[in-house]
């Protein structure tokens, strides 16, 4: 007599009873010899989706030609329950599942006296008819806001499992959201109709009683002290809980830097009143981190650049960082500078990072050479994951040679406001979304020189075209201006200059200027437009075509006869993983001075 086949309901009964079996059985099938494995599968009317989805999660059919037979034999019996899982989570609710190992059913073997070895894997899967829901309920739901249930999961609708669990996820959401933290499923009665091919799920939930945040209790090993842990968590103790007033005490602790792990859990109970205190678990990252970084240009020759960091170095998640950067390597013009800047994470409070930067810079540029000493306390106040703002305060100390003369020294007294946005979707290779990043610096000279003011913005975005996301447009505009001061009685280093790697490809690195004195300034208005089209040919290689275009003017504003130069060319990128994109691009002056002719630049990430 053939085997009869298998339906849901056996498949579940003999779970139990094969998993002890195929313990006992390992020691006889361990001697087994491995021979060459013939694989077979066959849906007769199922869709090639369904198809693929079956014979992707089989593991019979995963096994190499060389398995052992308890090896066939365990991933056949795990198939029974595998396949028919994923014919409910399709809506077949009476499928018929046959898993023959040379011609025989394997749920009908004996485990203890198994075939010696097995020659043919052969599946037979047929889902049957789709079911649709007849009944689709569940209850209670909390009231003030709809809750988006699945549009599936309604009368006459397909029917399936994951519908019911996604209905069941979102009521279970919805409660949670409501300050309801332990609301569970309390019942569900899900019953198939083989005849009319209709199914009816009703769940029921509990949702528990509506409780407040209690305490916030540290656990694990970390060198970060666990006073210095609640603080920068900022733990909303006392208020209604909601899940994420949780995940935002776990973003602060993450944002730091400090730990590698962060997870915050309830506590089996709530307190007597009304509260839930949570469990947070950290682990460490390692303090020290050290980081180097290289480009090549025809115009600036080679930069070389490195950062040091410690990440706790006061025990309270203290980040220290220190940057060290050589370009113009290779050319008569090196530049070098240092910085040292420390954070202090929720010294003035939660989600305010106090910090403090001191910088070194020794410039020796196209059209200038200066050297610089600066100082700065400030606060950067988190808005959000993807925005913050930061003000200091801060003294700077220049001395420089330029077209207005030599030796000059500037001393100035200054503020800084800054905000970021990054809503890019890859930091080192966006696709789509946009970034802004903008900047006001007031100050004052303190040796009689003008006060003035400068303003900077840098703005960039990105958007996929086509449905398969291998082209991408991307764009960006830079604009400064200098207010208050003549150009002749302010810092070089406060000026604009066009052209290079950062601004105009295929124009030499701050090529544009003002011409002054028979030499070249830098201007008080700058704006530089660039817009690439990146096209992925496979995982790991682009092509690149860019336009770059610049105008710098001797007022705060850029005009429509300001001087301006361009330059366009072509890119490749070659993807490495965990670094991001190889750049190297070769580009050519379009308009302006075109003597310099070729231009190449290599670096590590998108030109923007």
């Known amino acids: 007599m053939p085997p009869r086949p298998l339906s849901a309901a056996i498949l579940r009964r003999l779970a139990p009873v094969t998993r002890p079996l195929l313990l006992s059985a390992s020691l006889l099938w361990a001697t087994a010899p491995a021979q060459a494995l013939e694989q077979q599968f066959t849906a007769p009317g199922a869709s090639k989706e369904l198809v693929e989805r079956l014979r992707g999660s089989s593991a019979a059919l995963s096994l190499g030609d060389q398995a052992e037979v308890q090896e066939i034999m365990a991933a056949a019996l795990s198939d029974y329950r595998t396949l028919v899982q994923v014919l409910y989570d399709a809506g077949y609710f009476a499928p018929v599942v046959h898993i023959r190992l040379d011609g025989r059913e394997a749920a009908a073997i004996n485990l203890l006296t198994p075939p010696k070895q097995v020659k043919t894997v052969a599946i037979t899967v047929d889902p049957g008819a789709s079911f649709t829901f007849e009944t689709a309920e569940i209850a209670p739901l909390p009231t003030g806001k709809p809750v988006a249930l699945p549009p599936d999961f309604a009368s006459g609708r397909p029917a399936s499992t994951s519908v019911i669990q996604d209905a069941a996820t979102a009521g279970l959401d919805a409660w949670d959201r409501s300050g309801h933290p332990k609301v569970r499923v309390q019942s569900q009665n899900i019953t198939a109709n083989a005849v009319s091919h209709r199914l009816n799920a009703e769940l029921r939930l509990a949702p528990g009683p509506k409780l407040r945040l209690g305490q916030m209790r540290v656990e694990g090993d970390s060198d970060v002290r666990r006073e210095a842990i609640q603080r920068i968590a900022g733990f909303a103790s006392g208020a209604t809980y909601h899940p994420d007033l949780v995940s935002q005490s776990a973003t602060r602790l993450r944002r730091t830097g400090a730990f590698s792990a962060v997870t915050l859990k309830q506590a089996e109970r709530p307190n007597p009143d009304g509260t839930l205190d949570f469990i947070a678990s950290v682990e460490d990252m390692p303090k020290r981190r050290l980081t180097f970084g290289a480009e090549v240009s025809s115009s600036q020759a080679v930069e070389l650049n490195a950062s040091w960091m410690h990440r706790n170095l006061f025990g309270a998640a203290e980040r220290l960082k220190i940057d060290l950067s050589l370009s113009g390597i290779g050319s008569s013009n090196l530049d070098g500078s240092a910085s040292v800047r420390l954070d202090r994470p929720a010294a003035l409070g939660t ?14 540029e196209e059209h200038y050479s200066a050297s610089s000493l600066s100082a700065e306390v400030g606060v950067r106040r988190i808005i959000s994951d993807v925005t913050f703002i930061e003000g200091g305060l801060g003294l700077r100390y220049i001395r420089a040679d330029d077209a207005y003369g030599d030796g000059r020294e500037f001393k100035y007294l200054s503020a800084r406001l800054r905000g970021e946005r990054d809503k890019r979707d890859i930091k080192t290779d966006p696709t789509s979304g946009y970034y802004l990043n903008g900047e006001i610096t007031p100050f004052v000279g303190i040796t009689g020189r003008d006060p003035g003011v400068q303003i900077n913005l840098d703005a960039r975005g990105y958007k996929s075209l086509g449905s398969s996301g291998r082209l991408v447009l991307a764009g960006r505009v830079q604009l400064g201006s200098l207010i208050g001061p003549d150009a002749s009685d302010v810092s070089p280093t406060l000026l604009y200059f066009s052209g290079g790697a950062g601004s105009v490809r295929g124009q030499e690195y701050q090529s544009l200027g003002i011409p002054t004195n028979g030499k070249t300034a830098g ?86």
């Open 351 to 364: 989600d305010r990072t106090l910090f403090y930067l001191g910088a070194l810079e020794q410039l020796e």
């Open 523 to 608: 201007g008080r208005g700058y704006l530089a437009l660039s817009g690439e089209l990146r096209g992925r040919i496979t995982d790991t290689i682009s092509l690149v075509g860019f336009y770059d275009i610049g105008f710098v003017d001797e007022s705060s504003f850029v005009s429509g006869n300001s001087e301006h130069h361009a330059g366009a060319g072509l890119g490749l990128r070659y993807n490495v993983s965990g670094i991001g994109p190889i750049r190297l691009d070769l580009a050519m002056p379009v308009s302006g001075d075109k003597e310099d002719g070729l231009q190449f630049y290599i670096g590590i990430g998108q030109a923007f």
